[in-house]
């Protein structure tokens, strides 16, 4: 667990503003894009622990502690800590690219939103990631659907040019986007649970991966602890390699929320 830190002795590291295209839902930063943040000065395994929602549009601070912990802050108010970690993930077969189109096709991205007090389609119809309402160009759209016979889900992604590097390979803050939002579908398709919010997300990179190639990003629950659930997610290459994988803690949506949300 992260400790609190008496934010005396922070150094800070850089400022950094999140454009608001990178959203999850509307007006937050999406989780797995901020957690990336960090990938610059901690190596391999990175636990991120969220502690409110990332803001978009506004200048916030990377600042780092004496114990090794980095946090990014909005003024004196923690937003995110993170730290080297470790993962243990059992990670299953490689569904293949055209198992992953098929689960695509009846995703919950692609159907009526269930909330009332949105219009569109999916959980978050704009989110950068899983959003099959923003625009063409504009997201990632990554839809997540069950594979048949399996216990998890998957979606197909070739990654656009427009998100790698000069040498054409994928910049580090869309892989750790795309190993967000499929762990929420995995709890949504596949248990009676409904994730409220990522609070905690365990992950690295552990390859790199090239522009055009035809992925499979895949996610399946772990367990749950109360209202803790766990969920693992995977981003595997054309050849069936491992990109990256994370490990997510979901907080299990309110009563009072789920109350809103149906009304």
Not at 102 to 110: G, H, Q, R
């Amino acid at each position: 667990m992260f400790r609190e830190n008496s934010q005396l002795n922070l150094k800070t590291i850089c400022n950094v503003t999140i454009p608001a295209k990178y959203k999850g839902p509307p007006d937050i930063a999406n989780g797995g894009y901020v957690c990336s943040l960090f990938a610059k000065y901690i190596d391999d395994v990175i636990d991120v622990m969220i502690k409110r929602p990332t803001p978009l549009d506004r200048e916030l601070q990377i600042r780092a502690g004496d114990d090794g912990i980095y946090y990014l802050m909005d003024g004196d108010q923690i937003i995110i800590q993170a730290k080297p970690g470790v993962i243990d993930l059992t990670v299953p077969d490689a569904p293949s690219y055209e198992e992953a189109v098929k689960a695509a096709k009846m995703s919950i991205a692609l159907k009526p939103t269930p909330y009332t007090h949105v219009t569109g389609h999916g959980i978050h119809p704009i989110c950068f990631c899983c959003g099959a309402d923003v625009p063409d160009g504009e997201g990632l759209k990554i839809h997540p659907g069950h594979v048949s016979g399996t216990n998890m889900v998957a979606a197909p992604w070739t990654p656009a040019l427009e998100y790698g590097d000069k040498q054409g390979y994928v910049r580090p803050e869309f892989i750790w986007t795309a190993l967000d939002c499929p762990g929420a579908y995995a709890l949504w398709e596949l248990t009676d649970t409904k994730p409220g919010f990522l609070g905690r997300l365990i992950g690295r990179i552990e390859k790199p991966l090239r522009c055009d190639e035809q992925c499979v990003v895949a996610a399946w629950p772990v367990g749950s602890d109360g209202r803790k659930l766990y969920t693992g997610t995977v981003l595997f290459n054309e050849k069936g390699q491992i990109i990256g994988c994370s490990m997510a803690t979901w907080f299990l949506m309110p009563p009072e929320m789920m109350e809103f949300l149906a009304n």
